[in-house]
């Protein structure tokens, strides 16, 4: 049975709701603390202006510009993350007996642990105030590593729980062999990964960076919750349609 077309129509619909649901809780969560982090950068500025040492540049795009753009840049990435988490999920539902639902909101985990949990654990998001232009990349190449690393141990986990279920291994070899891999991922992100380049400036507080981090990191909770709830429902709909109609045509036919 072809689960691909199935699962990547409910993966796109789930990937709208989910951009979607995400750029309002951005909106209404996030955004404060955007906008006090660039009362900072206002105040920094100003300072700055009459010491002679910063010449003001008009801004260029309005704020209310940039929060639609944000929202549009939030349900784009959403739709592209549904197309990496339609082919992950289609080959989960291939080897997997759990139901559609609970399928769906497994692989959605996954996704999140590896796009958002760990990278965000190691280099957590920051407000406007803080972080310097000329690190952007270095930055970028960072977040991408701990991707990478915590793909390739939720592939190892996965790998470790298909040969337990093929050869038989005891609850206990395989929680061990878990807890080992996950120690090992971690090992290699948060000790073997340089630290952040960009250190938190003295003008910005402490609880403000926080408040962004963990706010971020709930939009992005959000996001994948919201990818697995919907891809699932809709999955877990179609499949008793079709159930439905095949018990319908069956009768029909007097089997």
């Known amino acids: ?5 199935s699962t990547f129509r409910a993966s796109l619909a789930g990937g709208l709701a989910a951009g979607g649901v995400a750029a309002v809780f951005s909106f209404v969560v996030v955004e404060p603390t955007v906008r006090l982090a660039l009362e900072v950068e206002e105040s ?5 202006h009459a010491q002679g040492e910063h010449t003001h540049e008009a801004e260029l795009v309005s704020r209310g510009l940039q929060q639609v753009g944000g929202a549009i840049a939030v349900i784009v990435a959403a739709l592209l993350l549904s197309v990496l988490y339609a082919v992950a999920l289609s080959r ?3 080897s997997s007996k759990l139901s559609d639902l609970t399928s769906a909101l497994v692989v959605a985990g996954g996704g999140f642990a590896i796009f958002a949990l760990a990278p965000g654990l190691k280099y957590p998001a920051n407000p406007p105030a803080v972080g310097d232009p000329d690190t952007v990349t270095e930055r970028t190449l960072l977040y991408g590593c701990a ?3 915590a793909a390739l141990t939720v592939t190892a986990l996965l790998a470790v729980v298909r040969a337990a279920r093929r050869r038989g ?3 206990t070899r395989l929680s061990w062999s878990i807890v080992g891999l996950v120690a090992a991922g971690c090992v290699v992100l948060f000790a073997g990964l340089p630290a952040a380049p960009d250190a938190t400036p003295t003008d910005v507080a402490a609880g403000l960076v926080w408040q962004f981090r963990l706010r971020s990191l709930g939009t992005l909770a959000v996001l994948w919750t919201t990818l697995g709830l919907v891809t699932g429902t809709l ?8 159930t439905a109609y095949d018990r319908t045509h069956r009768v029909l036919n007097g089997r």
């Open 1 to 5: 049975m072809n689960l691909w077309p």
């Open 147 to 149: 991707i990478a690393i």
């Open 235 to 242: 999955l877990a709909r179609a499949h008793h349609s079709a």
């Open 44 to 48: 920094r500025a100003a300072i700055e």
């Open 92 to 94: 989960f539902r291939r």
């Open 169 to 171: 291994w005891s609850t």
